[in-house]
């Protein structure tokens, strides 16, 4: 009895189970039939917990019968969770393991095969394993479906892909066994069809589809049947080697009637023929002109004749090369015939052929002249209405030929580019490539793929070509890319394609973080190359690839870690000399091995002896002994010097030979009649690196890459320097720095000069090109954060200043050639001399400090020139940096000032507290300043007129400081115990005006000053209404010295509007070049000297509705802004009378401040600030400076001498053009104290005449 309640128990309870289990499966089928999409994964997962508490009491009660019902729908509904979720066999979700288990059981256990839910579970099966062959929502393609199906991409296609869809298929021929309604069999054909045809190797290469097209798409028969009389069934009796020479016999003919477009085409199909692997032609000859076909059939035939065939074609086709004139328009098509068969004999045996031989002339003058499309389209012909009557396949494939076929000769470009060295490949590439682009929608995946090999042909092209530029518009354009193909999803992790794109990505943002310091992006980048290399297999080659990132990140980081002084991990203990040889020894036997591996780009040998070179170099620093290592590295390097003249390389040259020169230097050191050989050898080769850098800088479009590129001129400078100091070489010394200092400054000048030059050289028509190219935006904030390149702009953006700078003879490699030093253009002694005489000047000085060095400090130096007398060497002792303490300190005064001055939160008594501590430092300084150099100087420069006396004329001299000592106000250095304060100030005994270079003093000397009364005179004031004082200032200068003066800015004092709101682009207006320019423009406003030069700014106004970053006008904007405006001979005043706009807190060599690069623009004087003023002192001291411009008839460097004298004279008198608030300013006692006076400077004209 026991036992029978029991069993009616369990009936019941199994009854209660199983009507559960239909509730739930119930439940599922409404939810999942209802919905026209997949229903939200939480709206399923209540059914989901239902159905798995379903399937395991069923499955505890052996229930059989209703359990496979259960679990197909439980698969289904945990199906549709992964796919409402986009998951893939990438997301690793337990979930979509857990179904797909479950889904597999069913499609080979469940039956019978006829079973409609048996055919449901099949096919989410199916979907799980290819979700991207799902159609989106709103109807689109994935991009892994478009890549397969449309683009035939395999670049995409992964091993466990390649499974997934196997099984996918073999499913897919289940279900088709099924009784299916007509339009499911026809869904399920179709994707049986898709899903074979991803499967089958290079379905959509052109030797293959050609042939299909032709088939399918019916092309005239007047075309198919245009074969040369004979040929239709002689194929068997024709040597094939005599049908592939008569073939490219008549293509090197024919490319005198053909458009580089057509012929091009052509050209792509002859590859596909040669290449096609197949016993017979391939149908390429039906997709060209007939003459064209006929010759593509016969070249067909030819493919027989093999590997030696195709080579003695291709030395056919030099000949016929070889004996054209060298303005033949053809040339240039019968030369890309020889490349491309060059090509395929080095595809089918790598390093067998010399590409020495290929030649890239330029393309005729009408070359892409518009009507490339016309000549080559994008799609395939086909008989009218036939189109809608071809399947999905054929379609993709007539609407993307033209697609596909520039993508084909792109990548002939790219590899004659990366086998000859010629970047002019890359530019034909590209170009093809922006044409494919442009036809392509949006959003396919012809157009991801298009763009991901644009921005490596662009990253390329930068890497050989040296333009910063390029390589920031590439970044940009695969920071986008990665952010569309992280956010589309559909792209395995582990493709090919992904994986490569993301090593480009990593190259790029390294390069980008060493090139300029920045590292923000480097910590995303290390959480993403982390993640692949979890993912990767152990043994994967892709693996270590991105180790290889990892390690140079990790290297990058310690280095900016080192540089802020920071300890890192493993930074400290030597290496044990014994594991240190033995590394260098396998380093050295591996980096040997690899030089006798087959050529596989065209630069091999340069970067493998550079590699090599540069590897014993490392361990002679690191403590090798041997003096044989040394000898190596320099035998090495001496070879990679050899390769860098031949063109064979670029890459880090300026680094190879700087670190050549130190082994000379080094091997010096050793006792032996050498030591003089190897001096000169490390003078020569520095010098070599000097031309190297320049011709970077003059590569660069902007100041800000033109700032990255220079980074190393100081170094260079200075170490000749030393040893032109140390031999006496006063005239090498002064050639020497001249070479390397302000290199922004000096190709900012020497771009307007250009296209004249081009006209010079005879190359018109790159000079038009020249002229009529858009600059770079001259606004930006930050430079270096280049947008992707405009959809109407070249796809190369440096391309041309590339060609035209090469015509110039400015190229990697180049060395000290005429090119390079015409266009830098650094003044030798003799015209140095001569400026200094024609202004009146009596000494142009170069202030070099001295250094430490390894056999000890080496002094500080004047470098003194003098009208009429030869250049000669004053020792300074005392002048040294670092190495002297005052500077130093100042330095870090000045730095915490300005931070506390930024700082809007820091209490008003901690800024007096920081700016006190700053004065006192600025006193220690200017007193320093006259003990180690001033004093020594100005007994130098005035050793006769001093006897004189008071009645002796001052001397005006030109200071040049170099380094560190930039920031000096060297007109401030003063002597104690004499003057008015206990005082004397260099400014009391010469007139001192400040350059960047002596190269700069000749140009502005050169320029004639504007009468400030001749022209209109523009006031600025503060737009931000921060500065109390600015419109005091502005208001009083237009009261007594330019009453007709235009006001910029905001004033509140007036109901008189102002003329304009002071932005950036107004203000460039009235510069030099400028629509308007003005004789006197003066700034009462905001600026900042930046970390990095180029980003030091003023604040203006910005533009309506516009971003605070757009009313900066940085010192980038300023160059850049004036780029391609040539200035007049004569130039304006400008006055920039707040904050810190002549100082430079780094990069101090470049001379790079607000104030230079308005001379540089064309002012002919500018007076600038070493440090922020804002006080009403400041606005006494410039009521002053214009009141001597104006009614004093000064020069600007003597109204400033004569401003600064009075603000220092206790018995000064005001003069009438002070009026109210100022006048009673100008009575203050603490005038002549440092801080208010001292910060201004004349850059510019020295002369003393007023005008002209």
Avoid at 633 to 659: N, P, Q, S
């Amino acid at each position: 009895m026991g036992s029978e309640v029991r069993q009616d128990d369990d009936g019941a309870g199994l009854a209660e189970l199983r009507k559960e289990a239909e509730d739930a499966v119930r439940e599922a089928r409404r939810l999942l039939d209802l919905a026209e999409h997949w229903p939200p994964a939480e709206t399923l997962r209540p059914v989901g917990e239902r159905l798995i508490a379903a399937e395991a009491g069923l499955a505890g009660r052996n229930e059989e019968e209703f359990l496979p019902v259960v679990t197909i729908h439980l698969c289904l509904v945990l199906g549709a969770r992964c796919l409402s979720r986009n998951e893939s066999a990438s997301s690793g979700s337990s979930e979509r393991t857990a179904a797909l288990q479950r889904l597999r059981w069913v499609d080979r256990k469940v039956g019978p095969p006829e079973s409609l839910l048996v055919v449901q579970a099949r096919m989410m099966l199916v979907f799980l394993l290819v979700p991207w062959m799902l159609p989106r929502p709103d109807g689109t393609r994935t991009a892994l479906q478009e890549a397969l199906l449309s683009a035939a991409d395999d670049r995409v296609l992964t091993e466990s892909l390649r499974r997934d869809i196997t099984e996918a298929l073999e499913v897919v021929g289940r279900i088709a066994a099924a009784p299916l309604d007509p339009a499911l069999q026809k869904r399920t054909a179709s994707v049986k069809r898709d899903l074979e045809l991803i499967l089958t190797p290079g379905w959509a290469s052109p030797g293959t589809t050609a042939e299909t097209a032709a088939t399918e798409t019916a092309v005239a028969p007047t075309e198919a049947a245009a074969t040369p009389d004979g040929a239709q069934s002689a194929d068997e009796a024709i040597v094939p080697e005599d049908a592939l020479l008569a073939a490219v016999r008549g293509l090197a003919a024919l490319a005198g009637s053909r458009s580089t477009p057509r012929f091009t085409r052509v050209l792509v199909w002859l590859n596909a023929e040669l290449n096609s692997g197949r016993g017979g032609p391939g149908g390429g000859s039906d997709l060209v002109d007939p003459e064209a076909a006929a010759l593509l059939r016969q070249a067909g035939v030819g493919r027989a004749a093999g590997t030696d065939g195709i080579r003695r074609a291709a030395d056919l086709v030099l000949q016929a090369l070889r004996a054209l004139p060298p303005d033949a328009p053809e040339r240039a098509r019968v030369a890309r015939l020889h490349g491309y068969l060059l090509v395929t004999v080095e595809t089918r045996e790598p390093g067998s052929v010399d590409f020495g031989t290929v030649e890239r002339p330029e393309p005729e003058p009408d070359d892409g002249s518009g009507g490339r499309l016309d000549e080559w389209p994008i799609s395939f012909p086909v008989e009218p209405g036939f189109f809608d009557y071809l399947d999905s396949h054929m379609q993709d494939f007539v609407s993307h030929l033209g697609i596909r076929e520039r993508r084909s000769a792109a990548a002939h470009d790219r590899f004659l580019a990366q086998r000859t060295g010629d970047p002019g490949y890359l530019e034909d590439a590209a170009t093809l490539l922006k044409e494919a682009l442009d036809a392509s929608p949006a959003d396919s995946w012809w157009a991801t793929a298009l763009r991901v090999e644009l921005a490596e042909v662009v990253e390329s092209a930068a890497s050989s070509g040296g333009i910063f530029h390029d390589s920031d518009v590439s970044l940009a354009a695969m920071r986008g890319l990665g952010a569309t193909l992280e956010g589309e999803g559909s792209l395995p992790p582990d493709a090919p394609l992904a994986l490569d794109f993301t090593l480009s990505l990593a190259d790029s943002e390294l390069r980008r973080a060493e090139r300029t310091g920045d590292h923000e992006a480097l910590a995303r980048l290390s959480e993403e190359l982390r993640g692949r290399h979890a993912a990767l297999p152990v043994d994967s080659e892709w693996r270590d690839q991105v180790a290889k990132r990892l390690e140079r990140l990790g290297e990058l980081r310690a280095e900016a870690e080192s540089d802020t002084g920071r300890e890192t991990p493993g930074g400290a203990g030597a290496a044990d000399p014994v594991d240190e040889r033995a590394a260098l020894e396998r380093d050295v036997a591996e980096i040997r091995r690899r030089l006798g591996e087959p050529v596989s780009y065209h630069g091999q040998e340069y970067d493998l002896r550079a590699q090599l070179g540069l590897r014993l170099q490392l361990a002679v620093v690191r403590g090798e002994q041997d003096p044989a290592v040394l000898d190596e590295a320099i035998t090495e390097l001496t070879r990679v010097r050899a390769l860098l003249a031949e063109g064979r390389g670029a890459h880090r040259r300026v680094d190879i030979l700087k670190i050549l020169a130190e082994a000379h230097v080094m091997r010096s050191a050793r006792p032996g009649a050498h030591a003089p050989d190897d001096l000169l050898a490390s003078v020569r080769i520095t010098r070599e690196a000097l031309a190297e850098l320049a011709a970077d800088v003059l590569l660069q479009l902007g100041a800000d890459h033109g700032l990255s590129a220079a980074l190393n001129g100081a170094l260079l400078t200075r170490r000749l320097a030393f040893v032109d100091f140390r031999l006496g070489r006063a005239a090498d010394a002064v050639t020497d720095l001249e070479m390397g200092r302000a290199l922004v400054l000096q190709a900012a000048t020497a771009a307007r000069s250009i296209p004249e030059l081009l006209d010079d050289a005879g190359q018109s028509a790159l000079a038009r090109q020249w002229r009529a190219q858009v600059p770079t935006d001259p606004l930006r904030s930050r430079t270096s954060d280049a947008p992707p390149s405009s959809a109407d702009g070249p796809p190369i953006p440096g391309a041309l200043r590339r060609r035209a700078l090469s015509v110039l003879g400015v190229h990697p490699g180049a060395g000290e050639g005429s090119g390079t030093r015409q266009l830098v253009g650094a003044a030798d002694v003799a015209q140095l001399t001569d400026g200094l005489a024609a202004t009146g000047t009596d000494a142009l000085v170069y202030l070099v400090p001295g250094a430490p060095l390894s056999n000890g400090p080496w002094l500080g130096h004047a470098l003194i020139l003098r009208p009429g007398a030869a250049p000669f060497i004053l020792p300074l002792p005392q002048m040294k940096a670092p190495g002297s303490p005052p500077l130093e300190r100042y330095l870090d005064a000045a730095a915490e000032r300005s931070r506390a001055l930024a700082d809007p939160d820091l209490h008003a008594s901690w800024q007096a507290a920081w700016d006190g501590h700053w004065q006192a430092a600025l006193g220690d300084l200017c007193d320093w300043a006259w003990k180690a150099a001033m004093g020594p100087v100005l007994a130098a420069v005035r050793p006769l007129s001093a006897a004189l006396g008071p009645y002796a004329r001052l001397p005006r001299i030109v200071l040049v400081p170099c380094g560190p000592l930039g920031v000096v106000p060297w007109h401030a250095a003063r002597i104690r115990g004499l003057g008015e304060h206990g005082h004397r100030y260099a400014c009391q005994e010469a007139v001192l005006s400040y350059a960047p270079s002596g190269t700069h003093f000749l140009a502005s000397a050169a320029r004639r000053r504007m009468p400030p009364g001749a022209g209109r005179q523009v006031l600025v004031a503060d737009p931000e209404l921060t500065l109390p004082w600015a419109e005091v200032e502005t208001a009083a200068l237009r009261a007594g010295c330019y009453p007709d003066a235009l006001r910029y800015g905001e004033f509140v004092t007036t109901d008189e509007p102002p003329d304009a709101a002071g932005t950036p682009e107004e203000l460039l207006a009235v510069l030099p070049g400028g629509a308007a320019p003005a004789s006197v423009v003066h700034l009462s406003c905001h600026a900042v000297a930046a970390p990095r030069p180029t980003d030091s700014a003023l604040w203006l106004a910005g533009p309506p509705g516009a971003g605070e970053d757009a009313g900066r006008l940085t010192v980038a904007g300023i160059l850049d802004g004036a780029y391609g405006r040539r200035p007049d001979t004569a130039g304006p005043l400008v006055v920039l009378s707040a904050c810190e706009t002549d100082l430079s807190t780094r990069h101090h060599d470049e001379a790079l401040t607000l104030a230079t690069a308005l001379v540089t623009g064309g002012a002919a004087d500018v007076v600038g600030s070493r440090w922020a003023v804002r006080d009403s002192a400041t606005a006494v001291m410039m009521a002053v400076f214009h009141h001597h411009l104006t009614a004093g008839g000064l020069a600007p460097p003597d109204a400033l001498r004569a401003a600064q004298l009075w603000m220092l004279n206790p018995h000064r008198r005001v003069p009438q053009t002070l009026d109210g608030l100022l006048r009673r300013e100008a009575t203050r006692p603490d005038l002549h104290r440092l801080h208010h006076w001292a910060a201004f400077t004349h850059q510019g004209n020295p002369a003393s005449a007023a005008t002209g």
